[in-house]
């Protein structure tokens, strides 16, 4: 009898560990499911800032092309010529998968059909956090060749000219601005690399966002979230 009670015992305080490790599972799914929100989000709203990068270029190919030797440029194509050296940077919230590494990797996700995808979601991410540098040295390195191109004296002349001050980068369409043309091939090539990289960029984002679409369907199917 005394063995049976043990026993019993011992198989209650069993159910009531899993019943935890259980409630522990979904309550990470719920605030997972928050994070893939987030992420969307922060996707989603990123994805026109690109748009408008890969526009600028094009608008600087289209000038420089029915003006193969300008000695000027218009204060639009120097806006644009500036525009093409900025992008949106993404950092996810990893909060949930950080809390579930830091408590013993995925093991506590039962099912594996969820594990699997979430561990390919962080692979998607652990990626793009790989590349993010070397895209961000890309851009300082336009800003260099932006530099040898512009005539810094005659940008600031023509907008004091036109507004009294350089406390702002704009540049009205009425600004001329005087470039140094024997840069300007190497600028060019760079920022049609640049093209290519920006939308192989943002191909690489909306490819996570659809994962995390995918993968909020999945876990709401799973755990029966709403």
């Known amino acids: 009898m005394l063995f049976l009670a043990v026993f019993c015992g011992f198989l209650a305080e069993y159910k009531l560990e899993h019943m935890i490790e259980h409630q522990r599972e979904k309550q990470y799914m719920q605030s997972f499911i ?14 026109p800032l690109k ?17 193969p030797d300008p000695r000027t440029v218009p ?16 950092r996810r919230n990893s ?6 590494k830091n408590a013993g990797g995925l093991r506590l996700i039962r099912k594996s059909v969820v594990r ?5 979601y962080d692979q998607q991410w652990q990626r ?16 260099d060749y932006l530099h040898e191109i512009i005539d810094a004296n005659s940008a600031m002349a023509e907008y004091i000219k036109q507004k009294g ?8 369409d009425s600004t001329v601005t005087t470039i140094r043309n024997g840069q300007l091939n190497r600028y060019l090539n760079f920022l049609y690399d640049q093209k290519i990289t920006t939308a192989q960029d943002k191909r690489a984002y909306e490819s996570i966002e ?11 199917k799973e755990y029966h979230l709403e």
């Open 210 to 220: 659809q994962s995390a679409g995918r993968l909020i369907a999945l876990i709401k």
């Open 51 to 67: 748009d408008k990068r890969l526009e600028a270029i094009d608008s600087v190919f289209i000038f420089f092309e029915d003006y």
């Open 116 to 120: 699997d995808s979430i561990a390919d």
């Open 165 to 172: 001050s350089v406390t702002s980068s704009f540049y009205p």
């Open 128 to 143: 793009a956090d790989f590349w993010i540098e070397r895209y961000k040295e890309l851009q300082e390195k336009g800003k």
């Open 34 to 47: 928050y994070d893939l929100e987030s992420d969307k989000a922060m996707l989603k709203l990123g994805f």
């Open 75 to 90: 204060g639009y194509v120097i806006r644009q010529m500036r525009r093409t050296l900025w992008d949106r940077h993404y």
């Open 95 to 100: 909060t949930t998968i950080d809390q579930l």
